[in-house]
T-cell receptor
C-alpha cells in the first residue's frame, strides 16, 4: 500500500519570503501522480499543483513549484513570495496511474502553514 | 459549473440517531469519492464509485456506514446508528477518470458532531 509522509506538522514564514514544505512517499509503482492540495480555514480542498511521475521537469504554477526527486521518492512544495492568503493546511497526495483512469488519492497528514505579516 | 455540492454543511445529532450526508458531483464526472477528515487520522478514503458502481469500500469503518450512488448526479453516505467517534468532516469529491490526471474536485464538506 502507498503511504505519504509529511514530517512538518507546522511551519511559519514571513510575508514575501520563500518556504518549502516536505513530502515523501512510498510506492512500488513506476507511474503515478503526485499532488499538493491546500485547505484554507474555509475548509474547501483546493488543488495547488500536480506532477506526473514520468515527467522529468518539475511542475510550476505561478508562485508554487515542486522539487520532484523520483529516486528519493520526495516531492517538496516551494512557495515563493508568500502571501497572507497562503495561510492554510497543505496536503501532499499520491495517486497510482492505473489503466482506465482515476484511482484513489492517498493523503499525508498535512502541514499547517502560517504566513506572518 | 457549480462544483461539488454537499449537504448539510453542519449536522449535530445525538448518539444512536441516523445520519444521511448528501453529495451532488460535478456533471460529467464519472468518479465519486467519500473522505473523512479528523485531527487524529487526517483524510481517510471511505469509499469510491466509478459510473455509479462501488469500486473500493475497504475504508468504510464498519457496518454502521453505508454509501449509495443511485445515479450519476447523487450519492449518499449514511451512518446508522451514529456514535460520538463518528464526529468528523466528511468530504465528497468527484473526478473525470479518463483524463488520467486524476484531479479531484472537493465539496465544502459536511461537519458532523455526534453528542
Amino acid at each position: 500500500a502507498q503511504t505519504v509522509t509529511q514530517s512538518q506538522p507546522e511551519m511559519s514564514v514571513q510575508e514575501a519570503e520563500t518556504v518549502t514544505l516536505s513530502c515523501t512517499y512510498d510506492t512500488s509503482e513506476s507511474n503515478y501522480y503526485l499532488f499538493w492540495y491546500k485547505q484554507p480555514p474555509s475548509r474547501q480542498m483546493i488543488l495547488v499543483i500536480r506532477q506526473e511521475a514520468y515527467k522529468q521537469q518539475n511542475a510550476t504554477e505561478n508562485r508554487f513549484s515542486v522539487n520532484f526527486q523520483k529516486a528519493a521518492k520526495s516531492f517538496s512544495l516551494k512557495i515563493s513570495d508568500s502571501q497572507l492568503g497562503d495561510t492554510a493546511m497543505y496536503f501532499c497526495a499520491f495517486m497510482g496511474a492505473t489503466q482506465g483512469g482515476s484511482e484513489k488519492l492517498v493523503f499525508g497528514k498535512g502541514t499547517k502553514l502560517t504566513v506572518n505579516p | 459549473d457549480a462544483g461539488v455540492i454537499q449537504s448539510p454543511r453542519h449536522e449535530v445529532t445525538e448518539m444512536g440517531q441516523e445520519v444521511t450526508l448528501r453529495c451532488k458531483p460535478i456533471s460529467g464526472h464519472d468518479y465519486l469519492f467519500w473522505y473523512r477528515q479528523t485531527m487524529m487520522r487526517g483524510l481517510e478514503l471511505l469509499i469510491y464509485f466509478n459510473n455509479n458502481v462501488p469500486i473500493d469500500d475497504s475504508g468504510m469503518p464498519e457496518d454502521r456506514f453505508s454509501a449509495k450512488m443511485p445515479n450519476a448526479s447523487f450519492s449518499t453516505l449514511k451512518i446508522q446508528p451514529s456514535e460520538p467517534r463518528d464526529s468528523a468532516v466528511y468530504f465528497c469529491a468527484s473526478s473525470i477518470g479518463t483524463s488520467g490526471a486524476g484531479e479531484l474536485f472537493f465539496g465544502e464538506g459536511s461537519r458532523l458532531t455526534v453528542l
